[in-house]
């Protein structure tokens, strides 16, 4: 089963057995740039520098995608560019929510709601298929840990995490500097076209902010 990036690291963030999820406010923020990276690669925006540009509207047959195409038209309120950061700050919440959906319903897995101390309401989301992120371990392993060469969606996956600091979510038990350093790698690689490369720099870079930003926000 073929999931996009933004589901992959939810995915990646949830516990297994609770379906909690772990480290969710930089989770958060990769997910929002996940979606965005997609629509990149689809050629649907573009992301130059720190500026985000709508450049095609045609859909892509991803409800996930496509949705958010109609949502970056609204928002950029027939600006020809706006702030990434800006974007990610927007969509950071909502792009949780709907790549949660997305992997309800293809069954990967479930929502479950409950009330913690009888009064607050919670939702939780227990694995229902392991397959799909063994598949997904396995294909980080093979080019963080063995040093494959990557696919472009594996690098911008890594990329991604890197930048929003989740090593852990992906590799627990490995140590964080290899794990670090070989992603950087990934990231910096040549392993798609320098336009591509830049734009994932850019978004890394965008991504890093905002999750710079909540943690010394939480830390306050």
Same mark, same amino acid.
């Given at each position: 089963?073929?999931?996009?990036?933004?589901?992959?690291?939810?995915?990646?963030?949830?516990?297994? $057995?609770?379906? =909690?999820?772990? /480290? *969710?406010?930089?989770?958060?923020? !990769?997910?929002?740039? @996940?979606?965005?990276?997609?629509?990149?690669?689809?050629?649907?925006? =573009?992301? #130059? @520098? +720190?500026?985000?540009?709508? #450049?095609?509207?045609?859909?892509?047959?991803?409800?996930?995608?496509?949705?958010?195409?109609?949502?970056?038209?609204?928002?950029?309120?027939?600006? =020809?560019?706006?702030?990434?950061?800006?974007?990610?700050? +927007?969509? /950071?919440? +909502?792009?949780? &929510?709907?790549?949660?959906?997305?992997?309800? $319903?293809?069954?990967?897995?479930?929502?479950?709601?409950?009330?913690?101390?009888?009064?607050?309401?919670?939702?939780?989301?227990?694995?229902?298929? @392991?397959?799909?992120?063994?598949?997904? &371990?396995?294909?980080?392993?093979?080019?963080?840990?063995?040093?494959?060469?990557?696919?472009?969606?594996?690098?911008?996956?890594?990329?991604?995490?890197? =930048?929003?600091?989740?090593?852990?979510?992906?590799?627990?038990?490995?140590? *964080?500097? /290899?794990?670090?350093?070989?992603?950087?790698?990934?990231? !910096?690689?040549?392993?798609?076209?320098?336009?591509?490369?830049?734009?994932?720099?850019?978004?890394?870079?965008?991504?890093?902010?905002?999750? #710079?930003?909540? #943690?010394?926000? !939480? @830390?306050?």
């Amino acid at each position: 089963m073929t999931i996009t990036l933004a589901e992959e690291i939810m995915l990646l963030s949830l516990d297994d $057995e609770s379906g =909690s999820a772990k /480290q *969710r406010q930089a989770a958060g923020w !990769a997910v929002a740039g @996940g979606i965005l990276l997609e629509l990149v690669l689809a050629e649907r925006v =573009s992301v #130059v @520098g +720190k500026y985000l540009e709508l #450049v095609d509207t045609m859909p892509t047959g991803e409800r996930l995608l496509d949705n958010r195409t109609a949502l970056i038209e609204a928002w950029m309120r027939g600006r =020809s560019k706006r702030r990434v950061t800006e974007w990610l700050t +927007k969509d /950071q919440p +909502k792009a949780v &929510r709907a790549a949660l959906e997305s992997l309800c $319903e293809r069954g990967v897995v479930v929502e479950e709601r409950r009330r913690a101390l009888g009064l607050f309401p919670m939702r939780r989301y227990p694995e229902a298929d @392991g397959t799909v992120e063994g598949e997904l &371990r396995e294909r980080l392993r093979a080019v963080v840990l063995d040093g494959a060469d990557p696919d472009m969606r594996t690098a911008g996956l890594i990329a991604l995490i890197h =930048s929003a600091k989740l090593h852990a979510l992906a590799f627990p038990d490995s140590p *964080r500097e /290899q794990v670090a350093r070989r992603m950087a790698e990934v990231a !910096a690689g040549q392993w798609a076209t320098e336009s591509i490369r830049a734009a994932i720099r850019d978004m890394q870079a965008a991504v890093a902010a905002v999750t #710079v930003v909540t #943690v010394l926000a !939480a @830390g306050t």
